[in-house]
């Protein structure tokens, strides 16, 4: 068999179930080498047929998030991997690991099987097309041999999978996919398995005897808890030993929001008088021109890469505690240490009395903020209000949820209470990822229901087009809400908050922000038999939503609402 099919077995057997593809001309050894394998009957991974590199990458980092499987992305010489990277960058601030390559243009002008033939095989080639990955890879490598392909697979793999996870990257010479591969090794697992990396013992003990002894302690948590089991036990832990959690910034919750001891988004009041910190996987825990912790505090950091060593050259937020390893190990490991403390019951009842008041009163802001948005022209904030509420519904009724977040629907008005049921773009910012990811989670789990939701500047990032295609061509039936405030808000909301009462926040016409005239949103969706409505009053957002879910989860069709949005916040 050729190596161009051989890749494709040996990526079932280390577990990938999808290979999202963007084929050019560098592929018929690898489309060749498929119909190959697939008439000699090997298992293999599904190929899916993805029409541009950004939403392949998404789906691939969305299916991640709800399966916890790597799967991998091929792609097309350097043209279609620079339409990818930003998707790749995404995927290593997210440290979500994927296995990525694209083919290489041939090496040979002639006189080789598989050598260059139309100009574009020397008009795509490069001095160092890794270069376009290489930063946001934690490997790469080039396949030189065909009889490579199993061990480069495993270790890419292994690379991939160890903590902290992320993507890889493998190039793919033309002439080397042509080449025959022989079979040994390509039907097994990786010879190697992932490093995981579990926290250092005395490090554990320090941190358990701070936790308990805290007298005003704060946790600060950004990327969830890693785990089912782990997101159950941070729960019980907190209330036991009733310590606030602020979800500042999250792209995934680590507690349910409903909890006495959630206290909020914003944790400066808090953070300005803790004695202890515990920042659960943070690339930046707090905003510290605005507030950060006493001189005399002691902060404790969690994750698979608590000091972000490997993506961010200055990241100095201050770590008297650092324990490494993946989060939701860490946290069993580090709640059983605290548990078996000595505590001091009365004061730890007095203060859940406290924090338990807080978080009811951040509620109560939450709400109240979102009930203003029902109105003519609503709001973000009562739109992800009344989303919660259904997805809560649903819950009651043994559905999961899940909503992809790209300035969308804000998270404290979702009010969400699931492991799984919130994931927020990248700190990257690489905007397009939002639509991506959800199609990609819709595909881990059809029986989920999965919102995506975004601003009408995200949509327009996302290649809608290709994404309800996609969407169409695999029966996923997605719910896209497209917050429509016919401007780049984040940018706007970016430039008052640096420039305080500056010229910007006077403007009635804020320079290089302005989205209008507005596309009609609708007609892309409905160009892939997408139910769709647009909804204009505050008033009417329940209903349509109501129509939306019936429709996904009867029909099992996607959906789009164009709901318009006043300009109010930078979510």
């Known amino acids: 068999m050729s190596a161009g099919g051989a890749i494709f077995g040996k990526l079932k057997a280390l577990g990938v179930d999808y290979v999202f593809t963007n084929s050019g001309t560098d592929f018929p050894p690898i489309i060749e080498g498929l119909i190959e394998a697939r008439d000699e009957g090997l298992d293999l991974p599904e190929p899916l047929t993805v029409p541009h590199e950004m939403v392949a990458v998404g789906m691939a980092h969305g299916y991640y998030q709800i399966s916890g499987q790597a799967q991998s992305v091929m792609l097309h010489t350097n043209v279609g991997l620079s339409n990818g990277a930003t ?18 243009t041939p090496v040979a002008e002639s006189d080789r099987f598989g050598a260059r033939t139309v100009p574009i095989g020397w008009g795509q080639e490069m001095y160092d097309q890794t270069g376009l990955v290489r930063e946001a890879c934690k490997w790469d490598y ?31 010479p033309r002439e080397v996919l042509c080449e025959p591969c022989p079979p ?93 910190v515990v920042v659960i996987n943070a690339l930046a825990p707090w905003f510290p021109d605005r507030a950060s912790p006493p001189e005399d505090a002691k902060v404790i950091n969690i994750g698979p890469d608590p000091l972000f060593t490997r993506n961010t050259p200055i990241r100095n937020f201050r770590s008297d505690v650092t324990l490494a390893g993946e989060t939701s190990t860490v946290l069993l490991e580090l709640i059983e240490a605290v548990n078996a403390q000595d505590r001091d019951a009365n004061s730890i009842a007095a203060r859940l009395e406290r924090v338990a008041a807080l978080a009811e009163e951040n509620r109560a802001q939450v ?129 008052e908050g640096l420039y305080k009462g500056g010229r910007a926040a006077q403007a009635n016409d804020v320079p290089l922000t302005s989205l209008r005239p507005s596309p009609d949103f609708t007609k892309t969706a409905e160009a892939s038999r997408a139910y769709t409505e647009t909804v204009t009053d505050g008033a009417e957002v329940e209903a349509a939503l109501r129509r939306a879910i019936k429709v996904a989860t009867q029909e099992k069709r996607q959906v789009l609402l164009n709901i318009a949005i006043e300009r109010t916040g930078p979510h």
């Not at 396949?143 to 902290?164: C, H, I, M, Y």
């Open 87 to 104: 998707g790749v960058i995404n995927a290593a601030c997210d440290q979500v690991p994927m296995f990525v390559m694209s083919g290489r």
């Open 367 to 495: 709400r109240a903020t979102a009930a203003k948005g029902n109105k003519q022209v609503t709001s973000k904030e009562w739109v992800a209000h009344i989303l919660g509420k259904l997805i809560r519904e649903q819950s009651a009724n043994g559905r999961k949820s899940s909503v992809f977040h790209e300035l969308g629907c804000p998270l404290p008005q979702l009010e969400l209470d699931e492991h799984l049921n919130y994931f927020q773009e990248p700190h990257s910012g690489g905007l397009g990822w939002g639509l991506p990811a959800a199609v990609g989670g819709q595909l881990a789990d059809r029986d989920r229901l999965v919102f995506a939701t975004m601003g009408d500047g995200s949509y327009m990032f996302a290649n809608p087009a290709v994404c309800h295609q996609v969407m169409e061509a695999l029966e996923l039936p997605v719910i896209t809400l497209v917050l429509n405030n016919e401007e780049w808000g984040a940018v706007r909301h970016s430039v």
């Open 184 to 276: 040994a090794g390509l039907d097994q697992p990786s010879k190697m398995a992932p490093s995981r990396g579990a926290a250092n013992r005395d490090d554990l003990a320090q941190a358990a005897e701070l936790i308990a002894k805290a007298k005003r302690p704060l946790v600060i948590a950004q990327r969830g808890a890693g785990s089912q089991e782990a997101f159950d036990a941070l729960a019980r832990f907190v209330e036991d030993w009733a310590l606030p959690v602020s979800m500042y910034w999250a792209n995934q919750i680590a507690i349910p929001m409903a909890s006495p001891c959630h206290v909020g988004w914003n944790p400066d009041a808090l953070l300005k008088e803790a004695d202890v």
């Open 142 to 172: 080039e396949l030189k041999f065909a009889d490579q392909v199993s061990e480069v697979l495993d270790r890419g793999w292994t690379v991939a999978n160890s903590t902290p996870t992320g993507p890889v990257y493998l190039s793919l």
